[in-house]
């Protein structure tokens, strides 16, 4: 099952108490059928056991998740939901205080409870957790409130089977400073904030322009190159240095201004944590840059910084024109930052990496030149393109993403080239459509991955074809059927193909299923309490492997399996 189907799964109920569906009247459960079958149990606190009244529960058929029916348990938690036909239905709760959340959900996964003969649907436990929340207040040196400041929440967890730390919500500091983070899981987070001081004052250039007449006139931080024209004299005043051309650096929680020594906020369940910011202001540095061209002139600026594993921050400057040709760039706070100079038109004219220094020092990276890189697209068999189709290279260090849409001749290329790095390659668009192999020259490819290593022009021959393949199983601890358990269907050469990685829970009844899946061999794990695995790192899933359900995927091919839980 793809990701995005997945995070249907358990997603749709959850839109729908979200979007206030859930707070009107409940549907009543029509009567049990004499054959009917029912979904009942009891929702409880997970931390301490005891029953959760009010609790709202909808249930519906996993091929009709829209046809929901929700009750409200009493006193004594329970709920039942009679006359229902056989099949799988998916389970969702929702109460005051705690993560809506659905049946034994784990991230974008859950189980479905399973119907029918022989089947055990009526001594469900709903274990809910509380959720916990982060807020606080940003000030600034004096102690005053920082209003309009974006405060970024990052979290520190397996992501695509990867331990990473991103980004999960940001918010706005209200009119007295304060933010709030709330239905939050327990877990590692980062709080920052990117600001800017309310008194700050850039100060900037005056060019002074005399024309046929004598007149003069004083342009401030800019001026048209229609008023150049026909001038007589530019003179340039440069700016008179000012004690208020400070800036803030992104601060995180703790004080630091470098991710590397962030504080860690260690949310358990149900708590509620303080975590206020102090911001310190700091000279904010400037840079030139030297237009060479009309169309340079007439660019603009975005300032990068990136965070943690790559997460891009959005630095706010000032820009001017300092003087006929130079634009100069104001409001830059220490660190690293990667400047993309862009024309009006939007496109891209230079990318420059700059290292400012605590005293103000703006040092520009010598970056290697771009790559060239040409992509041919072939199908097996031969066939057309249909519909739109994209290549996508994330490069593996900086999670930095490169796109580029095929044309109708199964072409693209990469205008501005590509650095040298390691990236992994896929192709987007066509659920049918799966990357079959990669040959390319000036480069290394091995799996999916792409080393770019010199800088020689690089061609790459992709062919596709259709017909993924579909699994379906059952996990068994012993004889019997595990539910809610990690299904791991992990690729050969793990390492080099962790695009092919795909992952299910399993039911009720313990089955599962994995649909789409790329033909290839592949080991099929379950895995009990899995979920805070690095399952897409070979050293990890390691020790589970030999134990593992080995399997072949043929184009098509349809397979069921029984698969051990570990």
């Known amino acids: 099952m793809k990701k995005n189907e997945v995070m249907l799964r358990w997603l749709a109920p959850v839109a ?39 609790a709202r529960v ?26 229902l036909e056989p099949g799988k239905y998916t389970l969702t709760a929702q109460h005051r205080g705690y993560v809506t959340q659905s049946f034994n959900q784990h991230g974008p996964f859950s189980s479905s409870i399973a119907v029918g003969p022989e089947l055990d649907s009526s ?40 331990l990473r730390t991103i980004q999960r919500a940001s918010a706005m500091t209200d009119d007295e400073g304060h933010y709030h983070f709330s239905h939050l899981r327990a877990g590692k987070y980062f709080v920052a904030v990117s600001a800017q001081p309310w ?40 700016a008179t240095p000012s004690p208020l051309d400070v800036v803030y650096p992104i601060t995180f929680y703790g004080g630091a201004t470098d991710a590397s020594a962030a504080t860690p906020i260690l949310l358990g369940k149900g708590d509620k944590i303080s975590a206020d910011i102090s911001l310190q202001a700091v000279p904010a540095a400037h840079w030139r840059i030297t237009s060479a061209s009309e169309q340079q002139q007439q660019s603009f600026v975005l300032l990068e910084q990136r965070v943690f594993d790559g997460t891009r921050i959005q630095i706010p400057v000032n820009a001017s024109i300092a003087r006929p040709g130079v634009v100069e760039i104001a409001g830059l706070p220490p660190g690293h930052f990667t400047a993309n100079m862009h024309s009006t038109t939007g496109e891209t004219v230079e990318q420059q990496e700059l290292e400012v220094g ?27 393109l249909s519909g739109q189709m994209s290549l996508m290279l994330r490069e593996k260090t900086s999670n930095q993403v490169l796109r580029e849409n095929v044309n109708g001749k199964g072409e693209i290329e990469f205008k501005e080239g590509i650095q040298r ?58 004889d019997n059927p595990a539910p809610g358990v990690m299904v791991v269907l992990v690729p050969g050469d793990p390492a080099h193909n962790q695009l092919l990685f795909r992952r299910d829970q399993s039911d009720s009844d313990g089955t599962f299923s994995i649909a789409g899946v790329v033909p290839g061999r592949y080991t099929l794990l379950a895995i009990a309490d899995g979920w805070d695995l690095e399952w897409a790192n070979p050293a990890v899933l390691e020790r589970f492997m030999a134990q593992g359900e080995p399997l072949t995927v043929e184009a098509r091919g349809k397979y069921s399996v029984k698969v051990k839980v570990q």
């Open 358 to 384: 605590g005293n103000g020092a703006v040092e520009k990276g010598h970056p290697a030149a771009a790559v060239p890189l040409a992509v041919s697209l072939g199908f097996e068999p031969p066939a057309a």
């Open 16 to 54: 729908l108490f979200a979007s206030g569906m859930l707070g009107q009247q409940p549907h009543t459960a029509a009567p049990p059928a004499p054959s009917g079958f029912q979904i009942s149990g009891i929702v409880v606190d997970a931390a301490g056991s005891q029953p959760l009244s009010g």
């Open 199 to 238: 008194y700050a004052q850039r100060p900037q250039a005056h060019i002074k322009v005399t024309d046929a007449g004598g007149s003069v006139t004083d342009y401030a931080g800019g001026v048209d190159d229609s008023a150049l024209k026909d001038a007589q004299r530019v003179e340039v005043v440069e």
């Open 58 to 83: 909808a249930i519906a058929p996993v091929s009709q998740r829209d046809a929901f029916t929700t009750i409200i348990t009493g006193e004594d938690g329970r709920f039942s939901f009679p006359g």
């Open 421 to 478: 790095g390691t990236y992994e390659v896929s192709v987007q668009g066509g659920s049918a459509i799966y990357l079959r192999s990669i040959q390319a020259t000036g480069a290394r490819i091995t799996g999916r991955i792409l080393e770019v290593k010199g800088a020689a022009p690089v061609k790459l021959s992709l062919t596709l074809a259709t017909g993924r393949g579909d699994i379906t199983g059952i996990a068994l601890r012993g």
């Open 123 to 162: 001594h469900l436990v709903f274990a809910m957790i509380v959720e916990g929340a982060i807020s606080g207040s940003v000030i600034d040196e004096q102690g005053e409130a920082v209003r309009d400041a974006r405060v970024m929440l990052f979290q520190s967890a397996v992501d695509d089977g990867i």
